[in-house]
């Protein structure tokens, strides 16, 4: 069974940072490219960052400098590192792993799939934990 367990999510202030991340198992991880998406209430599902098992990485054009993305191919073990956190990062996110090749995907997209398996993209996705900034 494939499974993405995501954690670390919180309550931040203005400018604090945390780290989320996400467990897998059930697949081969090296296999994936590893994404995050973040969705607020009433806004699109935003693919925040990627990276493939080659190690290339993609960030969305507004969060270039705040956010990283790492993995631990020893621990199936995806993370985001997020800092200055602003209210406007605020939102759910959600890890998910695709087959498809991240630059394949839309980065936006209507909703994010939380706990099912997209077969029109091949991708995996998590519950999702929860992100406030408060100002």
């Known amino acids: 069974e494939v499974q993405l367990v995501e954690s670390g999510g919180g309550s931040v202030q203005n400018g604090g940072s945390l780290r989320v991340s996400c467990i897998t198992s059930?697949?081969?991880?090296?296999?994936?490219?590893m994404l995050w998406y973040r969705q607020a209430p009433g806004n699109v599902c935003e693919l925040v960052s990627a990276?493939?098992?080659?190690?290339?990485?993609f960030y969305a054009d507004s969060l270039k400098g705040r956010f990283t993305i790492s993995q631990d191919n020893a621990k199936n073990t995806v993370y985001l590192e997020m800092s200055s956190l602003k209210p406007e990062d605020t939102a759910v996110y959600y890890c998910?792993?695709?087959?498809?090749?991240?630059?394949?995907?839309?980065?936006?997209?209507?909703?994010?799939?939380?706990?099912?398996?997209?077969?029109?993209?091949?991708?995996?996705w998590g519950q999702g934990t929860q992100v406030t900034v408060s100002s």
């Open positions: 059930g697949f081969t991880f090296t296999d994936f490219d």
């Open positions: 998910a792993a695709t087959l498809l090749g991240w630059h394949r995907l839309d980065l936006h997209r209507p909703t994010c799939a939380r706990g099912q398996f997209d077969e029109s993209e091949y991708t995996y």
């Open positions: 990276i493939s098992n080659d190690g290339t990485t």
